[in-house]
């Protein structure tokens, strides 16, 4: 069983390792899709009335129904499977990339580069890094286990797939670097920046959409993990894309003052925590010229739009089961007030559609469907 893969990063399974990555995300999407609405029924039908008749009111908040359900058999059990399923889809991509792990790094390092690549062996990752392995991958993303270690670039890379019923693997993973730049092409449809700054890159795959839209641009990408930026930097010279690629913290940049136009991140604020989200929001504007725009792309929960409680409860999940503490608390954050505390002037936020393929053609965009159209919520600012 022959593969057709996005890019030559990207590790080859063969046909057990296949099979095996197909029946958990087989799996992950029947608990998705017929599992969890049971939830709601559980909470509607006996939970929340057992807390009424104990009480006298309906619960307050997700917290107070989060404690409730933790005691319903049905919600354990539809618990237990998220997590099974978690588990199991890293085990089948770790087992696969072990194999090629040797292979991997050589396709890592290629002759002739078209961008860079600067690590930094005396960082030391954060403690909202250190403390657990986030979203339950061993080892999470920073650890080396050999030297010139890609291995957890590519099982997260890998296992993304799974992760997003196969629609987010290899190429797929630009989706979330598409929707930003069909939302700057729409906002600031004359930004045309010289220097951009992706703050916690990861494999690579949200930067590339704007290194290929800003072809102009000088395309900076930062994370703390030096795995994931190696297998980065092999991916975006697989796809033949210019990127410099530096081992940073977001809470301390090392680029000067007013030297760069666009900063952004894609999915990373709920990685961190609440002391070093306004440090980053801090560096952010430190570093953007007059003119500049910064543009922070999240998961799409904002619990002040979300009445149902039992939603919140299991949208927040992933805080006390998938070893993401931040979650919840993102997904509470006034982000329009974190920004103008920074500084930052016309400040917006918002959810944008992802539905186009970002590259330029006579009209601006060229209207090919994106595989999984959703929507993201995006908070921008600009420095005056």
């Known amino acids: 069983m022959a593969e057709n893969l996005p890019h030559q990063m990207l590790p080859r399974a063969n046909h057990d390792e296949l099979a095996g ?109 250190a403390a657990v392995d986030q979203h339950g991958q061993p080892g999470s993303y920073y ?41 700057l092409w729409e906002k600031y449809p004359d930004l045309s920046p010289s220097a951009i700054l992706d703050i916690g890159c990861s494999v690579g795959a949200s930067t590339l959409p704007l290194a290929r839209y800003f072809p102009d641009a000088e395309v900076h990408a930062i994370d703390t993990a030096a795995p994931l930026l190696r297998y980065a930097h092999g991916r975006a010279e697989a796809l033949g894309v210019r990127v410099r690629y530096a081992q940073q913290n977001g809470e301390n940049l090392n680029f ?19 002391k070093a989200l306004p440090k980053i929001m801090s560096e952010c504007y430190r570093v953007l010229r007059p003119g500049g725009v910064v543009a922070h792309l999240e998961v799409p929960v904002r619990y002040a739009d979300m009445p149902n409680l039992m939603e919140q409860v299991l949208r927040d999940w992933q805080t006390y089961y998938n070893d993401e503490p931040f979650w919840g608390r993102v997904c509470e954050t006034d982000m329009v007030a974190a920004l103008a505390q920074a500084g930052f002037a016309k400040v917006y936020e918002g959810y944008q559609k992802q539905t186009l393929d970002p590259r330029r053609d006579g009209e601006g965009f060229t209207t090919v469907p994106d595989s999984r159209p959703g929507r993201w919520y995006v908070a921008t600012g600009t420095k005056a």
């Open 256 to 274: 000067e003052d007013e030297s760069l136009d666009l900063v952004v991140s894609l999915v990373v604020l709920h990685e961190t925590s609440t």
């Open 21 to 129: 990555q197909q029946f958990v995300q087989a799996m992950k999407m029947h608990v998705s899709s017929k599992i969890t609405v049971g939830n709601h029924k559980v909470y509607e039908h006996t939970a929340r009335q057992a807390f009424e008749k104990k009480h006298g009111r309906p619960p307050n908040t997700r917290h107070e129904v989060r404690r409730l359900m933790e005691q319903q058999p049905y919600h354990q059990m539809w618990g237990s499977l998220m997590r099974l399923g978690q588990e199991l889809m890293w085990d089948t991509v770790i087992e696969s990339v072990d194999r090629q792990l040797e292979d991997l790094i050589a396709r890592a390092t290629p002759k002739h580069r078209l961008g860079s690549l600067d690590l930094d062996p005396t960082l030391h990752q954060p403690r909202y890094l």
């Open 143 to 183: 650890t080396d286990t050999c030297r010139d270690d890609v291995r957890a670039g590519a099982v997260l890379d890998r296992g993304a797939s799974i992760y997003h019923f196969g629609a987010a693997g290899g190429a797929g993973m630009e989706g979330r670097g598409r929707t930003l730049v069909q939302f």
